[in-house]
């Protein structure tokens, strides 16, 4: 059995036991890398001699928009070539104290995190492992389709309106978006501050709980941290949801739903009932509102937060005879389409005229969608919803239409609005083979129920166990 | 025409904290280029702000010195736009709900003292520096994150002497409280104006023209006067006053119009989601507030009250805070329970021996003991007020006590009545018109003697008593 | 909501990113859908309702002020596209 075929916490008593090294891993990986890359492109700018930073426990991989010291971080995005951080993100510092080590390479994603496809990289897309002419979904498709295609053992991924959880979903795999501020975002390079977090994309559900208890804590370099203890997520894998009570929340299952997703989402929760859950359906009024609040308040904070990407200190920087057509020039030419759209839309609906009727409106719907959780949080342990309307699309199907685009973030989108924590998890396939995920939404803070059901669920399924053959 | 003068000015302010505003990089001045700096006061990607625990501090003590509502819930905002000293291209400012409001600043100019209003104090983030070179510019980071407040007073003030006053009491305020430099030439200190000229009987405003580029009090002052001038001869030819930003040139002595191709710029304020916002309690208020240092104003009207100094003595004591303290020092030590000699000795003596030095009474460094030491020996009469002034002199360059000295360069007073005789009988000698004028009746020419007599004795005759001598003699 | 070529344009200028005027085009006509579909909120009642601008309920985030080292200088300045000594060069700022 090939090393990289196997979950984090196997590969941890192979090592435990003396069955294998850290390097036997790194070198396992690289030759999968090697094998099946240039199909899926889960990975940029491969550089094998590179290796693992430390030779040491189980190496995560690391998606392109999170800082590594010395090692290019660069968004996949023209603007940030050959960027180098003289730092290192919180989580990298973290995986490091706790016995583990990064691939050096990363992996691919949408441009600045834009998109739902991972089709706005500047290093091409990724391809989906399950079907190479569809998308992994995006942002974190490379990172997804790694840990899918068993190029990666686990990895790192960030969500800002689904681009953990959707991608997982499409790629047959486990993602999970914490709690707003329940792992450091000091490092990851900003997209939409108020909503983005970084998350473990992973085999199963036990990786995931171990990779949680890896990253998570308050950092005192990230002032939206939380300071709140981080409980062991393990002890959460235990297999029992009697009792439990799950909201299907109605307006998540309406017209647009892709038929063979509601049926297998159906079946799913059968399977919660039958293991003694107790599944019933909840409104969440607003939830129509949330893909204009998100596209409003992301954008508006995208387009503060990519100002920086101006040609001055680092990256690309256009040729100009003046400052002005510097800016200009290196911006128009750095940036992508998808990127140029979104600092515009942002910085429209923030500008003199237009703030209070967009901007300060969305973020008042926003506390309404925040208060339609709370409300049904009080009766209920959970809610379980599609991750994504529609199973994976064709490569370049939906990239000529960025409203549809959007509109395929709809499951997601609310979690990050309201900061709650989002787990989606296999639950079946479509009939031509494609993956579909459940999403598992809790409390504030709640990822340890999360845990609990989707390993229940997982231990009585075998959709973990199956592998895409490429 | 006459017309009334509107003036308001916002003043940038430098905090002397250790640390910059987001970050622990230091904030010393004068550090060679990008050496303090890093990822978070860069903007690089990724980074994240975390604020200074002092510069809050401070931002509420200052507020509270300048009779401002502290705002129980206030939050920073990003004020965005472009340019190359702004590495984030944002700058991490207050909009909408600002640390505090409405407090007022009193200055004294004339008869009665006038309250100017301040709008707002809030807090903010410097910019770094950037130099222009013929065909680039070069940019330094180091200044980039210092914590800035930004003090803005209502348009209350109505003369350019008004906005000095306003000025000079701001600053004395402020280093008062020891929260910053308070130095317009090392930059810990800008100053932006705005000016507007109505005629008396509008109740309008007129056009506001914004003026920028002054490095001291003075210039702040002349920059307001040309304004003032400029703007009236334009009304009074008819002509429109032009809603601009001007520079002040300091060679040419002129305000210049800022030609700039954008309109007002739209900085798109939304609430930094970087940083949550600061519920600051009534308690905690309060708590500053009892600790605040006694105001400069607290400690002249306490100078006068218990240590019974004039009015005047006491602006001149309390101008300085340091200076006000080694005063009180020095008051304190002195034994007699009537202040008026080292008082005098303070802003006599002392005064002008720091003046001569560049320097201030408190920087002279002479340990309040020796100075009383000095005046003891006065009142013995052991030396003349004339040498005391000399050893005072030899004491601030040598730093050696006063009995040393007058011991080593032997100041020490003649009063033994046979030298004094033996200088006498030679002043007489030489100065025969003088004695004629004396045994005429002329009084001048006894203190003519008597300093005659002082100079031959190189300040050590004791003047009383050779003013006795010369009396007796010549009467 | 109707946002015209100008407007974009304008837009584009305070974002500091040049269009082409084919991109222009596409830019105006895929942005006035996108905001088409965002006027839904104007459906939403938020009288009486705050802003959510900040998603934790944390408050009073403060640090010692302690100094750490600064980045090395040549840190600094690895990644700068010009450099000249120990600044980053820009290119003339014309008023």
């Given at each position: 059995m090939e090393l990289y075929t196997l979950t984090a916490h196997e590969l941890l008593k192979k090592i435990n036991k003396g069955e294998a090294k850290t390097s036997d891993i790194v070198t396992s990986l690289f030759d999968r890398i090697k094998e099946v890359n240039p199909k899926v492109n889960s990975y940029v700018r491969i550089n094998e001699a590179e290796g693992a930073s430390a030779y040491s426990g189980i190496p995560v991989s690391i998606k392109d928009n999170i800082c590594t010291k010395g090692l290019n971080t660069e968004c996949c995005s023209k603007i940030l070539q050959g960027f180098k951080p003289p730092y290192e993100a919180t989580v990298i510092n973290k995986i490091h104290a706790s016995g583990n080590c990064i691939l050096k390479t990363k992996t691919n994603m949408d441009e600045f995190a834009f998109g739902s496809s991972t089709e706005n990289s500047y290093f091409k897309p990724a391809h989906n492992p399950w079907n190479l002419e569809y998308v992994p979904g995006g942002s974190s498709g490379g990172s997804a389709a790694a840990v899918a295609a068993d190029e990666a053992i686990w990895a790192l991924g960030s969500d800002t309106g689904g681009s953990i959880r959707q991608p997982a979903s499409f790629c047959g795999v486990v993602g999970l978006k914490p709690t707003y501020g329940r792992v450091s975002r000091y490092g990851l390079i900003a997209f939409a501050s108020s909503l983005d977090q970084i998350g473990p994309i992973t085999k199963d559900v036990e990786d995931s709980a171990l990779l949680m208890n890896i990253i998570s804590g308050h950092d005192p370099l990230d002032s939206t941290s939380l300071n709140i203890p981080v409980p062991d997520y393990t002890r959460s894998l235990v297999n029992d949801i009697k009792g439990i009570k799950i909201g299907i929340p109605k307006e998540y299952f309406i017209e647009g739903l892709d038929n063979e997703v509601k049926n297998t989402i159906d079946e799913a929760l059968n399977k919660l009932r039958s293991l003694g859950a107790e599944v019933k359906p909840v409104s969440l009024p607003h939830?129509?509102?949330?893909?204009?609040?998100?596209?409003?308040?992301?954008?508006?904070?995208?387009?503060?937060?990519?100002?920086?990407?101006?040609?001055?200190?680092?990256?690309?920087?256009?040729?100009?005879?003046?400052?002005?057509?510097?800016?200009?020039?290196?911006?128009?030419?750095?940036?992508?389409?998808?990127?140029?759209?979104?600092?515009?839309?942002?910085?429209?609906?923030?500008?003199?005229?237009?703030?209070?009727?967009?901007?300060?409106?969305?973020?008042?719907?926003?506390?309404?969608?925040?208060?339609?959780?709370?409300?049904?949080?009080?009766?209920?342990?959970?809610?379980?919803?599609?991750?994504?309307?529609?199973?994976?699309?064709?490569?370049?199907?939906?990239?000529?239409?960025?409203?549809?685009?959007?509109?395929?973030?709809?499951?997601?989108?609310?979690?990050?609005?309201?900061?709650?924590?989002?787990?989606?998890?296999?639950?079946?396939?479509?009939?031509?083979?494609?993956?579909?995920?459940?999403?598992?939404?809790?409390?504030?803070?709640?990822?340890?129920?999360l845990f609990q059901i989707a390993h229940t669920y997982e231990q009585n399924t075998e959709w973990h166990k199956l592998k895409p053959k490429i | 025409m006459k017309y009334d003068t509107v003036i308001g000015l916002e003043v940038h302010l430098h905090l002397n904290t250790k640390t910059k505003a987001f970050c622990a990089c230091s904030t010393e001045f004068g550090s060679i280029a990008n050496f303090q700096t890093c990822p978070v006061c860069l903007g690089m990607p990724g980074s994240l702000p975390v604020y200074n625990k002092v510069a809050l501090d401070y931002a509420i003590k200052v507020a509270l010195a300048l009779n401002c509502t502290v705002q129980e819930y206030t939050k920073f905002d990003r004020k965005n736009y472009f340019y190359p000293d702004l590495p984030k291209n944002y700058q991490v400012s207050q909009y909408d709900l600002p640390l505090s409001l409405s407090g007022f600043l009193e200055i004294e100019l004339g008869a009665k003292p006038k309250r100017i209003g301040i709008t707002r104090v809030h807090m903010e983030e410097d910019a770094g520096k950037l130099i222009h070179k013929e065909d680039n510019s070069l940019v330094d980071f180091n200044r980039t994150g210092i914590p800035l407040l930004e003090i803005v007073s209502e348009p209350d003030m109505n003369s350019p002497e008004e906005a000095h006053s306003y000025l000079t009491e701001l600053k004395s305020v402020l280093e008062y409280l020891d929260v910053s430099d308070c130095d317009m030439e090392k930059g810990s200190l800008r100053c932006d104006a705005n000016i507007s000229l109505k005629k008396p009987e509008d109740k309008k405003l007129g056009?506001?023209?914004?003026?920028?580029?002054?490095?001291?009090?003075?210039?702040?002052?002349?920059?307001?006067?040309?304004?003032?001038?400029r703007q009236?001869?334009?009304?009074?030819?008819?002509?429109?006053?032009?809603?601009?930003?001007?520079?002040?040139?300091?060679?040419?002595?002129?305000?210049?119009?800022?030609?700039?191709?954008?309109?007002?710029?739209?900085?798109?304020?939304?609430?930094?989601?970087?940083?949550?916002?600061?519920?600051?309690?009534?308690?905690?208020?309060?708590?500053?507030?009892?600790?605040?240092?006694?105001?400069?104003?607290?400690?002249?009207?306490r100078f006068v009250r218990e240590y019974g100094l004039t009015n005047y003595d006491a602006k001149i004591l309390v101008s300085n805070k340091k200076d006000a303290e080694y005063a009180e020092k020095c008051i304190k030590a002195y034994p007699e329970s009537d202040k008026k000699m080292v008082v005098n000795w303070l802003v006599g003596a002392m005064l002008s021996e720091a003046n001569a030095r560049n320097s201030s009474i408190a920087a002279l460094n002479i340990p309040e003991n020796n100075l009383i030491s000095l005046l003891v020996s006065i009142q013995k009469q052991e030396i003349s007020n004339l040498s005391a002034k000399s050893v005072l002199s030899e004491m601030v360059s040598s730093g050696k006590a006063p009995l040393q000295i007058i011991k080593e360069k032997n100041f020490a007073q003649i009063s033994d009545a046979g030298e004094l005789d033996k200088i006498v009988d030679e002043v007489i000698k030489d100065n025969q018109k003088s004695v004629a004028d004396l045994k005429a009746g002329k009084e001048n020419a006894l203190m003519f003697l008597v300093g005659q007599a002082m100079k031959k004795s190189k300040g050590k005759g004791n003047p009383k008593l050779l003013q006795e001598i010369f009396k007796r003699r010549l009467s | 909501m109707a946002i015209d070529k100008n407007t974009v344009e304008y837009t584009a200028h305070l974002a500091r990113i040049e269009l082409g005027q084919p991109e222009l085009e596409t830019l105006s006509k895929q942005l006035h859908d996108i905001l088409d579909f965002i006027d839904k909120l104007k459906e939403a009642d938020v009288e009486g309702v705050m802003p959510t601008s900040h998603i934790l309920p944390v408050n009073n985030v403060l640090r010692e002020d302690i100094v750490k080292p600064s980045l090395p200088v040549e840190e600094v300045l690895k990644n700068a596209p010009n450099r000249q000594g120990n600044f980053f060069a820009v290119p003339k700022i014309i008023e």
């Open positions: 939830t129509e509102y949330a893909v204009p609040v998100y596209y409003i308040v992301a954008t508006a904070e995208a387009s503060s937060n990519l100002a920086r990407f101006d040609g001055v200190q680092y990256g690309f920087r256009a040729e100009s005879k003046n400052l002005i057509e510097m800016y200009k020039k290196t911006r128009g030419e750095g940036f992508g389409e998808e990127a140029k759209r979104r600092i515009i839309l942002g910085t429209f609906v923030l500008s003199h005229g237009y703030y209070d009727a967009y901007y300060l409106r969305a973020l008042k719907v926003r506390t309404l969608i925040k208060n339609d959780f709370d409300k049904v949080f009080k009766d209920f342990d959970c809610l379980i919803t599609p991750t994504s309307p529609t199973p994976a699309f064709k490569i370049g199907e939906k990239v000529n239409d960025p409203l549809k685009m959007y509109l395929s973030d709809i499951c997601t989108i609310s979690a990050n609005l309201a900061g709650i924590p989002g787990l989606s998890i296999p639950c079946g396939f479509t009939k031509s083979g494609l993956p579909i995920g459940m999403q598992i939404l809790g409390k504030p803070l709640g990822e340890e129920m | 056009v506001k023209v914004e003026l920028k580029n002054m490095n001291s009090f003075k210039a702040v002052k002349d920059a307001l006067n040309y304004e003032v001038e009236a001869q334009l009304l009074d030819e008819g002509k429109t006053i032009g809603q601009e930003t001007r520079l002040w040139d300091t060679e040419k002595s002129i305000t210049v119009s800022m030609r700039t191709k954008e309109g007002a710029q739209d900085y798109r304020y939304f609430p930094e989601p970087d940083l949550p916002p600061f519920i600051i309690s009534k308690t905690t208020v309060e708590e500053i507030k009892s600790k605040l240092p006694e105001s400069g104003r607290d400690k002249l009207q | -």
